[in-house]
């Protein structure tokens, strides 16, 4: 297969850049351009702020050429496989790629406990109350890799870091409530790391539509936003990214076609654009031949070992759980469809496919003026 994602210019990548500049470990490249302008600007700050689903192709439809976001865009970057949060956020949080994290996506199969789980939420992808199970906490605790730059940039004590997110503990009440954090950190004494979550326009997107117009209203916003943010800072070097991108999607239900649901040996996992499957070992072949004729046109399906071997998910020591949470096959999406199975939410636009809309960031790097 064709890996579209450049794994040595990616989000990994620029986070193995941030780790550098704190004097930490990595095991990937850096980006050498991103190093050159660290290492000769030397700032106090440097602020991540990743906003949810604004891919590269998307930016361009809603911003004008000379707005803000890009004319401070250096490029187009990719992101990891698959395009999604779980995956791509814990990619740009770690400086590690989802083969070494083990977050593959939003419902992965948790082998130990035989249950195909919702990664972020710990509940049986069935169960729609989203009830966590405390068997795969403990999993998701014991084997997934996450543990953030900014713990280690703490850990070390030489420099500080912050993290802000709209939930969790000491969680930010509002997009105002965001912005204004960042720049009170950015005025406290000493080199610190600053990363910032925006859930939108990702959650909008997937309830109206990548086009509605109340997500070119927030994207629009965005950029005001970072705008005045980078003008009120000194000394600082704000990165402005993206996990994914977003396309808008029809879907499909493997319900309706019972042949092939005959063949599930369990629930489907990893999303919706990226489909994981467990097979009976006497349907195989039988399943192969019915999905290339139902849905040859739009997902591209590959054995296992032809994903495994192809590295899609990076490169780099191998989760000790990555081979389990894999399925039979996996289908990735090359039009505008999903497949839509038990306990999958049913959206309006979606990611995690192999389209430029999906799979391309921008990589936005904003230097402020010197406090002199």
């Known amino acids: 297969m064709i890996v579209k994602n450049n794994y040595d210019e990616c989000l990994t990548n620029l986070a193995c850049s941030i780790r550098k500049y704190f004097e930490l470990e990595y095991k990937h490249k850096t980006l050498s351009y991103i190093d050159e302008v660290l290492e000769e600007y030397k700032p106090k700050n440097i602020i991540t702020i990743l906003?949810?689903?604004?891919?590269?192709?998307?930016?361009?439809?809603?911003l004008d050429a000379n707005s803000f976001l890009r004319i401070n865009r250096i490029k187009p970057i990719t992101t990891v496989f698959p395009a999604t949060t779980v995956a791509a956020t814990t990619s740009m949080i770690t400086g590690y790629n989802p083969v070494e994290t083990g977050m593959l996506g939003w419902n992965m199969y948790y082998k130990d406990i035989d249950k195909t789980i919702t990664t972020f939420f710990s509940n049986d992808k069935?169960?729609?109350?989203?009830?966590?199970?405390?068997?795969?906490?403990?999993?998701?605790?014991?084997?997934?890799?996450?543990?953030p730059i900014i713990n280690e940039i703490n850990e070390a004590g030489k420099y500080q870091g912050y993290s802000l997110f709209p939930f969790g503990d000491n969680h930010y009440n509002s997009i105002d409530d965001m912005f204004s954090r960042i720049e009170e950190l950015a005025n406290k004494e000493g080199i610190k790391y600053i990363y910032a979550y925006d859930e939108d326009p990702d959650h909008t997107m997937h309830e109206l539509g990548c086009d509605a117009e109340e997500v070119n209203s927030i994207i629009k916003d965005l950029n005001r936003r970072i705008e005045r943010l980078c003008n009120n800072l000194t000394d600082s070097v704000v990165f402005i990214v993206a996990d994914h991108g977003h396309h808008n999607v029809k879907n499909l239900f493997i319900k309706d076609y019972p042949d092939i649901e005959e063949c599930l040996l369990r629930n489907t996992s990893?999303?919706?654009?990226?489909?994981?499957?467990?097979?009976?070992?006497?349907?195989?072949e039988q399943f192969v031949k019915l999905f290339t004729e139902y849905f040859g046109e739009d997902f591209d399906l590959y054995p296992m070992t032809e994903i495994i071997e192809s590295k899609l998910f990076g490169d780099g020591e191998e989760n000790e759980i990555f081979r389990d949470a894999l399925g039979d096959y996996l289908a990735i999406a090359k039009t505008d469809k999903t497949l839509i199975y038990t306990g999958d939410d049913i959206l309006n636009s979606h990611h995690a496919g192999y389209t430029d809309d999906e799979i391309y960031v921008p990589l936005i790097m904003v230097k402020t003026k010197k406090n002199n």
């Open 51 to 62: 906003c949810d689903g604004m891919g590269s192709n998307i930016m361009d439809r809603v």
């Open 270 to 284: 990893i999303e919706q654009r990226a489909v994981n499957f467990f097979i009976k070992p006497d349907k195989k």
């Open 126 to 147: 069935e169960d729609p109350e989203y009830k966590p199970l405390p068997e795969a906490i403990a999993y998701n605790k014991e084997h997934m890799n996450k543990k």
